[in-house]
């Protein structure tokens, strides 16, 4: 059974918007750093954003800061992601993950993944 759900992916054109969401059980949510990665086929999977438990902290990479914003509800147990101005680089397949123990960017220290959502973003 799937711990982490992601939703909201589709086709969009440059300088759309999508929210992505991702559901999680309250165990794996609850006081977890939660982030989202994206991957493009043959490249390595990339961090995009990190929020820490009670959403005290947020980072974005630098290349959707001022575009993208991380945020949680830790009442529904979900995790979003508003992707605003949208550009064809930023197609790719979105990942959540949950790490219960680090505040990471690095993608080995996360502990749960959902199986992704496709992001396409057309020119």
């Known amino acids: 059974q799937l711990q982490l759900v992601e939703s909201g992916g589709g086709l969009v054109q440059t300088g759309g918007s999508l929210r992505l969401s991702c559901a999680a059980f309250e165990r794996i949510f609850k006081r977890s750093v939660m982030a989202w990665f994206r991957q493009v086929p043959g490249k390595v999977r990339e961090f995009v954003a990190v929020?820490?438990?009670?959403?005290?902290?947020?980072y974005h990479v630098d290349s959707v800061k001022g575009r993208f914003a991380i945020s949680r509800d830790d009442a529904k147990n979900t995790l979003y992601l508003q992707m605003n101005n949208l550009k064809p680089e930023d197609t790719a397949v979105y990942y959540c993950?949950?790490?219960?123990?680090?505040?990471?960017?690095?993608?080995?220290?996360?502990?749960?993944w959902g199986r992704g959502t496709q992001v396409t973003v057309s020119s």
């Open positions: 993950a949950a790490s219960s123990t680090y505040w990471t960017l690095r993608s080995d220290d996360y502990e749960y």
């Open positions: 929020i820490s438990w009670r959403a005290g902290s947020t």
